[in-house]
């Protein structure tokens, strides 16, 4: 291709299935956006999204909140963090999940990642000693997740709680085993640009019955938590309601009819983002200047985004790499941005984490990072376009060493 260029958004995310447009409206007709009611009959579509992901996930206990933001914070309550405490989490993230922290009074610390841009066991492991913390907040960042197995036994060994941000790999596993069941929490989003698009959304999801119960207090159901059905028994309420605040932070039913028929399409999607993801990145990889991670094969992973390395050029030639290929309708993001764009902010950003972070591996990698949504509408076709585009905005710069 001479002339490469795209025409395609994107950024679109493409139309909600029928079925939820459908469910939406019967929703609106009948006023009952709330999802409690005094005298309320039927299963409200909030209740029903809990049991379906619960079943999905096969997990006991699944609460519907307003965000995955919302869901980490209260997952963060749930398991006792507070005013002052440390909380580990991976330095590839994005503002929400350290926003998670400082909501809940606690304070960030940040693990290195690797050239893979996964967490850096190693350093986990050290900080896990070293911090304080009890608690890790693990980010599948973008997809990429980790050997959990080998996580795992790191947490063990120093007693860490391990909530997971599962905002990026709803329907991703490691091994076969679903992400957001290895921790004592999972947290997942349904905000538009991830893999089930209900604009805004978050499910929480545990075995345990005390954080089910306490996260369902939390959340806000006054004393109407009994029209919870992927709950636990209602003594777990008894212990606990009264000592939790009403935070309201549940999801309405409007929003629970959007999402609830896109779980049963995760694993269709998951096979077209996929293919998209290893035309892609297959293309790409074959570029001099750029370095595709390498994947294990127990990685499980459902890539709606792809992130790449772009090696040997300056801070003002990534600019101008960037600027390239939004002017033929590529857009991409870079995580090595001196100052935030969008929704790309990095450590260095987050001004309010009080603690200074000594993070040189991390802000090394993530210099090179970029970052590139892919829509479900993509056709095959138009991934080879973006590559040629790439490497025609890539073609004047040198051989990286
Ligand atoms: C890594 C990560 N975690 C959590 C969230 C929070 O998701 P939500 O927008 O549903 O609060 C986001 C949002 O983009 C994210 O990128």
């Not at 447009?21 to 909030?46: C, W």
């Not at 997942?188 to 089930?196: N, R, V």
């Not at 290893?278 to 074959?286: C, E, H, T, V």
């Amino acid at each position: 291709m001479d002339d490469p260029r795209l025409d395609l958004d994107l950024s679109l995310p493409g139309a909600i299935p029928e079925e939820g447009v459908q469910r939406a409206i019967e929703v609106m007709r009948a006023g009952k956006l709330h999802r409690y009611g005094e005298d309320r009959t039927g299963v409200p579509e909030a209740t029903a999204l809990e049991q379906d992901y619960a079943a999905y996930i096969g997990k006991k206990f699944c609460t519907a909140l307003n965000s995955c933001g919302a869901s980490m914070f209260v997952a963060l309550k749930c398991v006792g963090v507070g005013h002052g405490d440390k909380v580990l989490m991976n330095a590839f993230t994005l503002a929400p999940v350290p926003g998670a922290v400082e909501h809940a009074g606690a304070q960030p610390v940040f693990v290195e990642i690797d050239e893979t841009y996964k967490i850096d066991l190693n350093d986990l492991d050290k900080k896990a000693a070293s911090s304080g913390a009890k608690v890790l907040l693990l980010s599948h960042m973008r997809g990429h997740i980790c050997d959990m197995e080998a996580l795992m036994v790191i947490a063990k060994r120093h007693s860490l709680t391990v909530i997971e941000d599962c905002a990026h790999t709803m329907g991703a596993k490691w091994d076969g085993k679903f992400t957001g069941t290895f921790g004592a929490i999972g947290c997942f989003s349904l905000q538009s640009f991830k893999h089930a698009n209900a604009g805004e959304g978050g499910l929480l999801v545990t075995d345990d019955p005390d954080i089910a119960a306490k996260g369902i207090l939390y959340s806000g159901s006054y004393m109407l938590y009994a029209q919870h059905t992927a709950r636990p028994g209602l003594e777990y309420f008894e212990k606990y309601r009264g000592r939790i605040p009403n935070f309201s932070l549940r999801m309405s039913n409007l929003t629970a009819a959007v999402g609830r028929p896109q779980i049963a399409l995760l694993a269709e999607r998951s096979a077209v983002w996929n293919d998209r993801y290893r035309r892609l990145a297959d293309g790409l990889g074959r570029i001099q200047n750029i370095r595709i991670p390498l994947r294990s094969p127990k990685e499980q992973y459902v890539m709606s985004s792809i992130q790449f390395s772009v090696k040997g050029l300056s801070a003002a030639e990534m600019e101008r790499f960037l600027e390239a290929c939004a002017a033929r309708g590529v857009f991409v993001k870079w995580f090595g941005r001196a100052e935030p764009v969008g929704f790309t902010s990095v450590h260095e950003h987050w001004e309010y984490v009080m603690e200074k972070q000594n993070l040189p591996q991390s802000e090394r990698v993530l210099r090179e990072v970029c970052d590139m949504r892919i829509p479900l509408a993509l056709p095959l076709d138009s991934c080879d376009t973006i590559v040629a585009v790439m490497r025609h905005c890539l073609k004047n710069y040198a051989k990286p060493a």
